[in-house]
């Protein structure tokens, strides 16, 4: 079965420190990987996804198939980066589109 | 604004009753989904329906059921309300002729008292 861990729950870092938060993922297949962030309980929004090798709001994230991990990483975080971070999956061979998703990652960028 | 729209916001009721909260996917997407956000269990997905059709299936309990109607908007039917189905509810939609990027709508709060 897949599974998406995100060992952090809370994350604090202070403004302008650089940010990494730790996605890891077991799987069968080929899966595709994105980051979804939610900023206080409201919708989720789509941050990145691996395929597409963007960058948005200065956040990247590499797909390490070795290591199985998706890390999120941003060189200088924002106080408005403040959100709940998740890492999702979806694995067309063997459960089709719907997402999996971690636990999630509280960050908090302190002024 | 991803164009997902879902209705109530917010809904309050009592253990026992029925729900039914309404999703309108973005135009032209033909897939929607819906997800159940709570406390101690997260994101976890429940159904998913492609053209009005039940695509695939999750952790749905046997009291909720779902909907996809010709004009693409889902309904999700919950019954027999319990307190622990107090959660937020989104829907999301997708093209899976595209991209497939999962889009989704604000949610809806249910508490059940």
């Known amino acids: 079965a897949q599974r998406v861990t995100q060992p952090e729950k809370l994350l604090s870092v202070f403004k302008g420190a650089p940010v990494e938060l730790k996605c890891n993922y077991s799987?069968?297949?080929?899966?595709?990987l994105f980051w979804y962030v939610q900023y206080s309980r409201q919708r989720l929004q789509l941050l990145l996804r691996?395929?597409s090798r963007e960058s948005i709001k200065g956040f990247t994230a590499d797909l390490n198939k070795g290591e199985t991990s998706f890390h999120l990483k941003k060189p200088f975080a924002q106080e408005e980066d403040s959100a709940m971070y998740y890492c999702?999956?979806?694995?067309?061979?063997?459960?089709?589109?719907?997402?999996?998703f971690g636990e999630g990652t509280q960050l908090t960028v302190n002024p | 604004d991803s164009g997902v729209t879902q209705t109530p916001k917010h809904l309050i009721t009592a253990t026992g009753q029925r729900v039914t909260l309404r999703c309108s996917p973005r135009?032209?997407?033909?897939?929607v989904y819906w997800y159940q956000q709570s406390l101690d269990q997260g994101l976890q997905f429940l159904i998913q329906?492609?053209?009005?059709?039940?695509?695939a299936k999750g952790n749905i309990l046997e009291r909720f059921s779902a909907q996809q109607f010709p004009d693409l908007h889902s309904e999700l039917n919950l019954s027999s309300l319990e307190l622990g189905d107090s959660a937020l509810y989104f829907c999301?939609?997708?093209?899976?002729?595209?991209?497939?990027?999962?889009?989704f709508g604000p949610g809806t709060r249910l508490t059940v008292l």
């Open positions: 999301a939609s997708s093209d899976p002729r595209g991209p497939d990027t999962q889009y």
């Open positions: 691996h395929i």
């Open positions: 999702a999956l979806t694995n067309q061979a063997t459960s089709g589109s719907r997402l999996t």
């Open positions: 135009s032209g997407d033909l897939s």
């Open positions: 799987y069968s297949g080929s899966p595709e």
């Open positions: 329906y492609y053209n009005g059709e039940e695509r």
